[in-house]
């Protein structure tokens, strides 16, 4: 029971966990706006702004820093993978979400595919560089403050 205790008052891990949740409910009002339709999908959709991503990582990075030190060896761990984090969803899934509108333009092409094809490629897959770069101050703040 002690285990189950630490997990749940480790600010570690609910701060970071927390954020995630505000951010993706932040994506589904905002996509609610623009578009006057409920999408769900939108609490565990990849992309748009803020990068969830970012500002979890940088979250995490933040409270380990502030428990740890920000000389540790933790912390060290926690900025290196936030960093690769953040490549990532600005860099390979950008790419691939390009790739993957490009792909859907093809199949939508008459008389360029045989055969019937299946759903749609996901396109928003990655994050603009300024939507990780405001997910990752987002999530720097929050750690830093909570």
Same mark, same amino acid.
């Given at each position: %029971?002690?285990? =189950?205790?630490?997990?749940?008052? +480790?600010?570690?891990?609910?701060?970071?966990?927390l *954020?995630?949740?505000?951010?993706? %409910?932040?994506?589904v009002?905002?996509? *609610?706006?623009?578009n006057?339709? *409920? +999408?769900i999908?939108?609490?565990v959709?990849?992309?748009? %702004?803020?990068?969830? /991503?970012?500002?979890?990582?940088?979250? *995490?990075?933040?409270?380990?820093?502030?428990?740890?030190?920000? @000389?540790?060896?933790?912390?060290?761990?926690?900025?290196?993978?936030?960093?690769?984090? %953040?490549y990532?969803?600005?860099? =390979?899934?950008?790419?691939? #979400?390009?790739?993957?509108? =490009?792909? +859907?333009?093809?199949?939508?092409?008459? #008389?360029?595919?045989?055969?019937?094809?299946?759903?749609?490629?996901?396109?928003?897959? #990655? /994050?603009?560089?300024?939507?990780?770069?405001?997910?990752?101050?987002?999530?720097?703040a929050? @750690?830093?403050i =909570?």
């Amino acid at each position: %029971m002690q285990v =189950v205790l630490d997990i749940i008052t +480790n600010k570690c891990i609910y701060v970071p966990f927390l *954020l995630w949740c505000v951010v993706q %409910m932040y994506k589904v009002i905002t996509d *609610l706006v623009k578009n006057k339709k *409920l +999408n769900i999908k939108r609490l565990v959709g990849a992309g748009g %702004m803020p990068s969830s /991503h970012a500002a979890v990582v940088c979250s *995490l990075a933040s409270c380990v820093g502030k428990q740890y030190g920000f @000389g540790s060896g933790e912390f060290a761990i926690a900025i290196i993978m936030a960093c690769i984090v %953040m490549y990532d969803a600005a860099g =390979v899934r950008r790419a691939a #979400g390009k790739q993957a509108r =490009v792909l +859907n333009k093809i199949l939508e092409t008459p #008389g360029l595919t045989t055969g019937e094809v299946g759903e749609k490629l996901v396109e928003l897959l #990655g /994050h603009t560089p300024i939507q990780v770069f405001v997910g990752a101050i987002l999530g720097f703040a929050v @750690g830093a403050i =909570v």
